[in-house]
């Protein structure tokens, strides 16, 4: 596990998170290659199913990245995405997963180094936790 580089899947937000990723990138700001930013219209469009494809698919961490709180392009989106996060991570948590490989973030169009930094953060908690047990499971084959 000394070896092990985890695949983080990053839910963006197409008004902040998204724009702070290519921010970051504009800035020169490093963040680990490990993290696949997808881009969503509103961070309110991510559903449950898509944070569980991403664990199927083999992500070891995944988060929804949104508008600040009070700043949602969509009005309330950041807030919708944020109680569906809190829903899958006590699901999480109820079949034996750890929640804390998911989580619910946001920020601003201009926070390029807050994207970096999270994006950061994350890699290296996930890093620590080591694999999903998801895919794990799935390789052996004990996932119905």
């Known amino acids: 596990m ?3 580089e985890p ?8 008004y902040c998170a998204y724009t702070a990723a290519d921010m ?3 800035q020169r700001l490093s963040y680990p290659p490990n993290v696949k930013v997808i881009r969503v219209p509103c961070s309110g469009k991510v559903d449950a199913m898509h944070v569980v494809k991403a664990f199927e698919k083999g992500a070891d961490g995944v988060y929804v990245a949104g508008c600040l709180e009070g700043d949602c392009h969509f009005k309330n989106g950041n807030t919708k995405a944020a109680r569906m996060v809190a829903y899958v991570r006590r699901y999480m948590d109820e079949i034996g997963i750890e929640p804390d490989r998911l989580e619910m973030v946001t920020m601003s169009a201009g926070m390029g180094y807050r994207f970096a930094q999270v994006a950061t953060e994350i890699t290296e908690k996930i890093r620590r936790m080591g694999p999903s047990p998801i895919h794990a499971a ?3 084959g004990k996932a119905a």
Do not use: K, L, Q, W
Request: glycine share 6%; net charge negative; hydrophobic share 45%.
């Open 2 to 4: 000394d070896n092990f």
């Open 24 to 26: 970051a990138g504009s």
């Open 7 to 14: 695949v983080i899947v990053a839910f963006c937000c197409h």
């Open 138 to 140: 799935i390789e052996t």
